[in-house]
């Protein structure tokens, strides 16, 4: 699976960006998705996941109603709507993508194989 980031940039805080994360190769229907996120000096660190189906979803407790995380299967993509951001959302995105032989979320980076290269979001205060 070949991922590709894209929609990351510059927005105030209270403001929005969506991010869309493009996938080619294999059967996407049945790799669980993800979005991490790194600002400089720290871990890489969950933000949102979601299954096959799209019917389950996580966040991590920072971006719990504010972030959607969502999918088309007949497009290949998985998108992450940020909404109210804020200064400490600054940090670059990545798109990740783990094969599973159930319709379930994983939030830990270990268990993702595919990643995408990372696109860039700046939140100005």
């Known amino acids: 699976v070949q991922l590709q980031a894209s929609g990351g940039g510059l927005a105030q805080a209270g403001g929005s960006l969506r991010l869309s994360c493009a996938a080619s190769g294999r059967t996407f229907s049945r790799y669980v998705m993800a979005w991490f996120r790194q600002a400089p000096g720290n871990e890489r660190e969950f933000v949102a996941a979601?299954?096959?189906?799209?019917?389950?979803?996580s966040y991590a407790g920072s971006v719990k109603g504010r972030f959607t995380i969502s999918r088309d299967n007949a497009k290949n993509t998985v998108t992450l709507q940020m909404n109210s951001l804020k200064p400490e959302d600054t940090a670059v995105y990545y798109c990740?993508?783990?094969?599973?032989?159930?319709?379930?979320?994983?939030?830990?980076?270990?268990?993702?194989?595919?990643w995408g290269q990372g696109t860039q979001v700046t939140v100005s205060s």
């Open positions: 990740a993508a783990c094969y599973q032989s159930r319709d379930i979320v994983v939030a830990l980076s270990t268990q993702y194989n595919y």
């Open positions: 979601i299954s096959w189906s799209g019917g389950s979803t």
